[in-house]
């Protein structure tokens, strides 16, 4: 039987979710500035959510978007 990569990886019960950084941790893991990342956010180029006046950004999706590996992190 085929084995899927998916499949290889820890089952979804196993694994923690990922815990969303605010703008300033976001910033100093991108070595870049505060203000930058938010007028990413705002103009919907880097993805990002405002609640309640903050904003969060996915560890991963950083990653992604400035094509680093998430293991890097």
């Not at 998916?6 to 923690?16: D, Y």
């Not at 505060?34 to 969060?56: C, F, N, Q, V």
Request: charged share 25%; aromatic share 12%.
């Amino acid at each position: 039987m085929y084995n899927h990569p998916a499949h290889e990886s820890a089952p979804i019960a196993n694994r923690q979710p990922e815990r969303p950084w605010r703008t300033c941790e976001a910033a100093a893991w991108a070595g870049t500035s505060e203000r930058y990342l938010l007028d990413l956010a705002r103009a919907g180029i880097l993805p990002a959510k405002k609640i309640s006046g903050t904003w969060w950004f996915s560890p991963s999706k950083l990653a992604e978007f400035f094509g680093v590996d998430s293991g890097d992190r």
